[in-house]
């Protein structure tokens, strides 16, 4: 028993077509996001006009490169995202557009997205899956790559990857606030009542239960309904529903249309091979290939390496969401341990902040005119995400230090509601927040608890 | 083979058994909702928006336009004769015209943003030596950035009261015609300006700010409620605080009053908050009710620590008004000699913004337009 799940997970040799249609739908749906993120103004909104950017703890060696090497680094990951959808210079390209894409994330938290973790890491582990070796530029111009079936962990990689997904998007969603209260859509819905026939329904609190619970029941489940050959065509369908509900009501771009998309992993060889067939049809020359079974071996060595690489990454993965425990206070209200788990859509939280520099000369204080600073975007976000205040006071700190401040020390007053509760003081208005520090193994005790309703 | 189809198959009517139940059990138990029951009774959004443009918007840029009309007649009188009496009609002019411009300056979306009304009016401090250059020059461009701050209604301020100068000085200077030119092109501008939005208000706009009546980003309600709450931070930093010395470690600087020139800072700047709580109120300016964010925000229920979030705001209101009319005019003299009365006022509008801009918006569910963008 034990042997053949194992095998039937690992070992056994499946067909690579799942992997080639992945290939393609990814790399196409990226197209379509980095071009759609070019046109919309975002590169130089979110990259180039920023005077302070907000790097993740470890990573503040990371910088934007000037407008010209920011819109190169945007066209080089389009034209990579062509490279992987047609499976040529596959490596390359993979190789080039995960580190691109990772680059441009870690540069400014004040943008990190879910979504956009979930790309850096599914790009992270197309580099080592061999899914040019079938239906691509790349296998026509070398014969020899071409290989029919490969083991199977190779598929379940994106396939656990996307079930991690969504189970702990389920996880995160098992909370009083959410299933006993059904915030915050119970604040967000009644905004919709513009909407044609449902709108109405969408002012009643009875409507956020169902969504909420619907939500949380589906993002738990549906994995079980898509790795059955039996019960995928619900799952699927559920699939659609699901992210076709987000789309509707959420801005969230294309993320909806990437998952209903890439979740089509989840149909059978034979359902990915009439997809192919499919394709071939519309492309010139459409002489079938004809390879006998070539399977698909890695060296021992390097077979062992993968491996372990992969279950490093899931153990990361599955951890990952957890390292909220090991943090006292609130999750929501001091986000200590909230990015990098799947907490989508998960509260509705606002801030307003007022940052005062202090001069040690003469003990006087100046308020800071925030947009003088920053992006609208980056004011919003401060306001809200404590680790982001300290950044920003450490800035504050080193421009006015060359302002000739003696000495300068930070404080904030900021107050934030969170799902729709009065807004109250978030952090301690007498610390000094320039002295603090984002170090994960330390505890904010400068954030005031949370007021319990 | 049947027996894992099974499984799969009870694990399937486990799923609807259990999404099916909650929403029975959670129809049942919503006695202690805030929200209607009724679905007839939605909340009329579109109501909403009409209110604001045929009540509080339009009328409001019309009183301008007229106000600014008298202004360019009272100009035209006094450049024709200078005199005393012209000079004190032609002031009187500008401080209705200015106090009426207080009515509009929060609504910069669409054709005023088109037309970028609020820096185009009210760029203040103004530069006086570079109205002097542009006097003494007698040629100009008034569309150009750099003479931002040398037009507009500050402008005309300076021109109209000078400092430490005597009225009688005042209308010794207008035997300039260079000056008189520049007083009437800096009125023409405004007209210009005016005239431009009110237009594109009636002539258009108003059916696409009624019809935007979504919550997403570029919907009115957004650009509302992100306007609502600029104006009332141009209240906080650049007519309050800035004098008082809040951004410059407490050092005062008069000088960058609003009115600085004929001493109305506090006059003005509570035009501002009026403004700012009618369209709140969606109270048009001769005081009919209508609908407005208030209703909004009783309707859905929204919440501030024991009490309705409404009556907090309209409490918080009412204490910023107070604060600030306590403050005698000139506010330029006030920031130093008693600060701390210009103090109060300065935090109970900062207590006010953080209602108006943290929990109204949150239990709005609207997308405030900060900066288009994707969300989780």
New interface residues.
Partial sequence: MATSLSSNLITKQVSIAPLAVFRIAFGMLLFASTLRFIL?G?VD??YVAPKVVFPYYGFEWVSPLPAGGMYAVFFIMLASTILIAAGFLYRYASIIFFLLFTYVELIDKT?Y???YYFVSIVSFLLIFLPAHRYFSVDAKLRPSLVRTHVPAYMVWTIKLQLLLVYFFAGIAKINSEWLLE?MPL?????????FPII???L????VA??FV??GC?YDL?IG??LI?R??IK?GYLLVVIFHGLTAMF??????PYIMIALTVIFFTDSFHERIINTLRNFLPGKSPQQHGLREHTVKPVLNRLLIGLLSLHFIIQVVMPFRYLLYPGDLFWTEQGYRWSWR??LM?????A?FYVR?AK?G??????NSMYL???Q??MIATQPDMMVDYAHFLREEYTKLGFLNPSVRTEC???LN????TLIVDPATDLSAQTNNPFTNKHWILPYAQK | MTKRMKKYRILLTATSIVVIISAIVFTGCKKDDNLPDDPADTFDRSALLTNYADSVIIPNFTLLDSKVDTLSIRTAAFNSSPDITGLYALRSAFLDAYKAYQSVCAFEFGPSETETFRTNCNTFPTDTAQIQVNISNGTYNLFLASNLDAKGFPAIDYLLYGRNTSDAAIVSYFSSANRKTYLSDLVLHLATHTQNVLTAWTSGYRATFIASNGNSIGSSLGYVVNQLNYDLEMIKNARIGIPLGKLSLNVPLPEKCEGYYANQSVWLASATLNNIENFYLGRSANGTNGPGLDNYLDHLGAQYQSGSLNSAIQQRFLDAKTKLQAIPDPLSTQVISNPAVVDSAYVAVKRLLILLKTDMPSNLGIVITYQDTDGD
């Fill in positions: 919309k975002w909104q979110m943008n997205l879910n979504h059904a119970k604040l967000w819905l009644p905004a919709f009542n513009h709108g109405p329904l002012e009643q609190e009875w239960y169902v619970w619907f029941v489940f079980l309904l059955n039996r019960t619900v959420f801005n969230i771009g294309m993320f989508v859509m509705e939280k606002a801030g307003t007022f001069d003469t006087r204080e100046t308020e800071i005119m992006t609208p975007m004011e919003k107050y934030v509601t729709g509760r009065g807004s």
